[in-house]
């Protein structure tokens, strides 16, 4: 079989891909679907890997150590500077809590499970991913994952003939895109990353090159009618899905069949002597599909970093001035970096498996000693370096769906309290933790990311709604009945639950954590009015669970809009806002609170409104003598959580525990409690 001919088109297809991804992570407001251009890039690499592997395999000539050093050729040298690069504008610009996150991005990413990484983290389209400089090479992860067994099945399959192979290949086809559909409705963050549920996308790819290459075999040519209106349905799948779709759409499931077999039948069909030939031949197009992988790989950095210096949006003008600088690097990382590496006169094969292991290692020993000094970095005296808030319980939580979900912690007592909400009730863990077992008690924590901490609610437009409202069954249950509980700790970000919506400064600064509404389950979701009092319900409940087991519950975390340790590098005037600002926004959260104690005098109220919100300043603090008391802009750090722990540690120590509260209690923070 003859090598495979250069094709511009494809080059046509990338800068296309390229193109979306790069204007989608501009914010520049259009283009809603050009995270879509990732999936393009799939099945490319799909149809050109397959033709090299079967090309090689009926020559007699494949050899796995010649694939691993053309992915080696191909992938790791611009990788590697864009890696390079982007840890020493870290080590500049960003906070130390941040360079520790970033040093474990960078760990992840040297070694190919930066997806792995990114799904347990977080989710891709919020906030805190736009800052995240390495967050695109999830797709470079997903890619060699699935190069890892390819080439090996495809080595082995090979033997038994073409059917089966091609058998064996859609069954996986199958499996995957089956998973990737359950996945978007139970796990979607676990569904966009990793590779299982990302496979099928690579074997559209796959079954494109086998079909080229019978046709070329068979010489069979569609007439150019045909090859027209096939390459144009391709054509309009593409730009369809990337004008149309949007981060809400069911990616990687069915919908995802678009842009894909869009793609494939553009790879097969828009061939010489086509109109849409001819439009991605354009100089310009296969210029830019070129330099689309370097292109890929630096603008993700270049927008996160001009991102992280300013606590204001990127305007239009910056944001367009940054598209283009991306260009501009990358067509000199494809002059200088790809090219040469690729050049087997340049770098000879002797040397391309010690120089990818060695800057692999050097990399990957930056990073973990980075993060063994808690990102330690040029900025080291304007923002404490702090450990990550997160206990490993949290993220054990957002990767199973067992009905008994939780994490017990402090393991050498036979009591212990429960505590139950989000990532707000899990940025205590850590500390409520140390403070119970001086006191003798255990903690078992069970929370999940969003979860308002109320049975029997869900929250509008997610996916995985009936598994999380079995889990905090299965949590209260368990505290209420489990005979060595002694008590139950609330949690959560209590307004966003409640409004549903980001916390907007008056001065116009704000989050942009998407929350939607909380609802009742089997309540009324069109008719808002019909809805029951959800405050009402939510107090009720909390006071059944106050019949089984004394409730604490943790005040609303003064909301902040803006991240603290970055405002502490960039601008300190942003914080230490007025308390009227926390009072307006968290209005209906501290009458949640209010109501719950009415309800039952087994109900205290932690009041961190007192700890953050200093009544005879008028203003809510968020760092003390420099030191962050958040890790972003509305989780409390060690040092925050610390600042609670004190006060209850106190009542802990004064044998005031919850079991022994009198009816007319409450553990107020900052304050002298009630009835003490």
Known sequence: MSKMQYRPEIDGIRAIAVLSVVVFHSGLGFLKGGFLGVDLFFVISGFLITRILISDLESG???????????????????????????????????????????????????????????????????????????????????????????????????????????????????????????????????????PTRAWELLVGVFAAFMALHMEKRQITQPLLMRNLLSGIGLAAVVGSILFFDPQTAIPSFPALVPTVGTALLILFATRGTLV????????????????????????????????????????????????????????SWRYIEQPFRNRKVVVRRAVFPLGAATTAMLIVSGVWNIRNDGVNANNDTTIASASIYDACHFHHQATNLSMDYCRASLDFNKYYVLVGDSHAMAFFVELKKTLAQEGYGLIAFTKN??????????????????????LDSAYDFATHDPHVEGVYVAARWASHIEGGAFKRPDGLMDDHPFSHTRIAGASKTDLTSQPDLLTYSAKFLAKVANYRPVTLFGPVPEVGVDVPRALLLDRSVLNYPVSWYDDREKNALELL????????????????????????????????????????????????????????????????????????????GAKAQGS
């Open 61 to 195: 000539n494949f050899s796995i150590i010649t694939f691993y050093e053309r992915r080696i050729r191909r992938i790791l040298p611009a990788l590697f500077v864009t890696l390079a690069l982007s840890f020493m504008a870290a080590w500049y610009l960003m906070s130390p809590i941040h360079m520790e996150g970033f040093s474990r991005s960078l760990v992840a990413v040297a070694t190919f499970c930066s997806n792995i990484l990114f799904w347990q983290e977080s989710g891709y389209f919020d906030t805190a991913a736009e800052l995240r400089p390495l967050l695109h090479t999830w797709s470079l992860a997903v890619e060699e994952q699935f190069y890892i067994f390819f080439p090996l099945f495809l080595m082995i399959a090979w033997r038994f003939g073409k059917k089966a192979t091609l058998l064996l290949l859609a069954l996986a086809f199958v499996a995957s895109l089956c998973i990737a559909h359950w996945g978007v409705m139970n796990k979607p963050v676990a569904a966009f990353y990793l590779m």
């Open 277 to 332: 030939n001819r439009l991605l031949r354009i100089r310009i197009l296969v210029g830019i599909g070129l330099i689309s992988y370097s292109a890929y790989l630096f603008h993700q950095p270049l927008l996160a970093f001009a991102r992280y210096r300013s606590l204001h949006e990127l305007s239009s003008t910056v944001s367009v001035f940054l598209c283009v600088s991306t260009f501009i690097w990358a067509y000199l």
């Open 450 to 471: 969003t979860l308002y901490p109320i049975a029997g609610t869900y929250r509008e437009g997610m996916p995985d709604s009936e598994s999380r409202m079995a889990f």
């Open 594 to 669: 209010r109501m719950a104690r009415k309800e039952s005098p087994n109900i205290s109220i932690v009041d961190v409104r007192n700890v953050f919100c200093r009544n005879d300043a008028g203003v809510c603090i968020q760092e003390q003598n420099g030191h962050s008391l958040y890790v972003d802009d509305d989780h409390v750090s060690l040092t925050g959580a610390k600042l609670v722990m004190s006060e209850i540690s106190k009542q802990l120590n004064k044998e005031q525990t919850l079991s022994q509260a009198e009816p007319d209690q409450t553990i107020t923070v």
